[in-house]
């Protein structure tokens, strides 16, 4: 036989095998490939006279994905992944694929490293089962300690109810903890009870309660049967508002050295405390005092700051005014003509700001350097100042004769400050007529405009 190469088609007939089993086979070292991309005609014939042998040595090639790889073996994706990330098992292949709006990696894994995992599974196997019995037994230990400390904890809490059983004759505050404890852990209690289950005291105690793990009957039957005196003893409790106005303290504060229940403490504890004040309670009013005399003192210099940044907001407004604006003597140095120039060419505000020299050295007209055309502008504004006051007092005059004929009056009657005689204003002119329509020697007024 020749040595010539054959095709991808040709091997494949040969040893009926589909193009991408050939490539792979290649890939493996099972058939010599030349360069030219063709196979070795003799390595093809050797392969197709022992065809088993050389499929088998095919199959161990083939590439698995994880799910085909999982299946294989007989145990889960989880656990394949798991496995074969400790044994380090080598990816043959990598492929990204878009599946669910994402980018999904699928990595493929050679047949025959995938078979060599069989000792890893058995170990992990046996391993995890052997994990699992040990947490099992060290969880029924842990169960057993917990169960018997519940069974301690309940004795405990059981012999520290037997000894907080509250008849009537007792300390109001403790026969109203009593009841809203065993009604907080009953889950039942009773309407004007419930202000006191917020109560530190009363939730420490309910705890212990349901520590205790009574059964419901008998929770049920203790709690009825302090509700009774617990009602009958609230009256015997004075409110948080009355306990702050008698001792001048607040009733929160006063709960921290005495029997209190929500800041109620017994009516005849505040009475006791009223008459003598204990050691603590006025060392309270005395703290009380320095805060009230701090607050006073704090608002007072807030006060005093708030005048001071006021006056200091007022200079630097002055001082901001003075800055913005300039004298005719600056003025005049700036643009070197005479003062009594500047003065007559002063702004209609009569003062010099900053941003109106901004704007005359922007635009600059004639008169800033030229004096000759600083007189004839100081005369044209004369000239129209005269000529605006004739149309003003044109004006006033023709105002003052429409209000003298509006009211049969000489026009000398009618002061200068009068306003437009409009149809509107002389109508309610007329109306409510002025002091000076009334002036002695006046006509009648006339009845239209």
């Known amino acids: 036989m020749t040595r010539r190469g054959m095709g991808v088609a040709r091997v494949g007939q040969a040893l009926g095998l589909v193009p991408r089993q050939v490539r792979l086979a290649a890939r493996a070292g099972l058939l010599d490939q030349h360069e030219d991309g063709t196979f070795d005609a003799d390595c093809v014939a050797r392969?197709?006279?022992?065809?088993?042998?050389?499929?088998?040595?095919?199959?161990?090639?083939?590439?698995?994905?994880?799910?085909?790889?999982?299946?294989?073996?007989?145990?889960?994706?989880?656990?394949?992944?798991?496995?074969?990330?400790?044994?380090?098992?080598?990816?043959?292949?990598?492929?990204?694929?878009?599946?669910?709006?994402?980018?999904?990696?699928?990595c493929y894994?050679?047949?025959?490293?995938?078979?060599?995992?069989?000792?890893?599974?058995?170990?992990?196997?046996?391993?995890?089962a052997a994990a699992a019995l040990v947490a099992r037994s060290q969880a029924a230990a842990q169960a057993a300690v917990t169960r018997a400390n519940n069974r301690e904890r309940a004795k405990h809490a059981r012999q520290l109810l037997a000894t907080r059983r509250i008849d009537e004759v007792g300390d109001p505050v403790e026969t109203v903890l009593w009841a809203v404890a065993l009604g907080a852990a009953h889950g039942r209690l009773a309407p004007r009870l419930r202000r006191f289950r917020d109560d530190p005291r009363a939730q420490a105690l309910a705890d212990v309660v349901t520590q205790a793990r009574l059964d419901a009957a008998e929770l049920g039957r203790l709690a009825a049967e302090s509700a009774?005196?617990?009602?009958?003893?609230?009256?015997?409790?004075?409110?948080?508002?009355?306990?702050?106005?008698?001792?001048?303290?607040?009733?929160?504060?006063?709960?921290?050295?005495?029997?209190?229940?929500?800041?109620?403490?017994?009516?005849?504890?505040?009475?006791?405390?009223?008459?003598?004040?204990?050691?603590?309670?006025?060392?309270?009013?005395?703290?009380?005092?320095?805060?009230?005399?701090?607050?006073?003192?704090?608002?007072?210099?807030?006060?005093?700051?708030?005048?001071?940044?006021?006056?200091?907001?007022?200079?630097?407004?002055?001082?901001?005014?003075?800055?913005?604006?300039?004298?005719?003597?600056?003025?005049?140095?700036?643009?070197?003509?005479?003062?009594?120039?500047?003065?007559?060419?002063?702004?209609?505000?009569?003062?010099?700001?900053?941003e109106k020299i901004e704007e005359l050295l922007r635009t600059r007209p004639a008169w800033i350097t030229d004096p000759a055309a600083a007189r004839a502008e100081v005369a044209r504004r004369e000239r129209s100042a005269e000529r605006r006051a004739t149309a003003r007092a044109a004006r006033r005059l023709a105002w003052r004769r429409g209000w003298a004929k509006a009211f049969g009056v000489a026009v000398e009657d009618v002061p200068e400050s009068v306003g437009r005689p409009t149809p509107a204003a002389v109508r309610a002119a007329l109306a409510a007529?002025?002091?000076?329509?009334k002036a002695p020697g006046g006509g009648g007024a006339e009845t239209s405009v």
Not at 55 to 62: Q, S, V, Y
Not at 433 to 437: L, Q, R
């Open 47 to 106: 392969a197709a006279a022992d065809q088993r042998r050389f499929m088998d040595a095919l199959h161990r090639e083939e590439p698995l994905s994880t799910r085909q790889a999982a299946a294989r073996l007989h145990v889960s994706r989880e656990r394949f992944t798991r496995v074969a990330r400790n044994a380090e098992l080598p990816v043959v292949e990598r492929q990204w694929l878009r599946r669910y709006g994402r980018d999904i990696e699928v």
């Open 109 to 128: 894994y050679r047949t025959a490293d995938v078979d060599a995992l069989v000792p890893y599974i058995v170990a992990d196997i046996e391993l995890r």
């Open 228 to 354: 009774g005196p617990a009602l009958r003893a609230l009256p015997l409790l004075a409110r948080p508002n009355e306990v702050a106005s008698r001792l001048g303290v607040p009733a929160l504060r006063v709960a921290e050295h005495t029997p209190a229940l929500h800041g109620y403490i017994a009516r005849a504890k505040l009475d006791e405390l009223a008459a003598m004040p204990p050691g603590w309670l006025l060392m309270l009013r005395g703290d009380q005092e320095l805060e009230r005399v701090a607050a006073l003192w704090q608002r007072e210099q807030e006060r005093v700051w708030e005048l001071e940044r006021a006056r200091a907001e007022a200079v630097m407004y002055e001082a901001s005014r003075a800055v913005s604006r300039l004298s005719d003597e600056s003025v005049a140095e700036l643009f070197g003509l005479d003062e009594e120039l500047v003065a007559g060419l002063r702004p209609r505000s009569g003062r010099w700001a900053i």
């Open 433 to 437: 007529p002025p002091h000076w329509a």
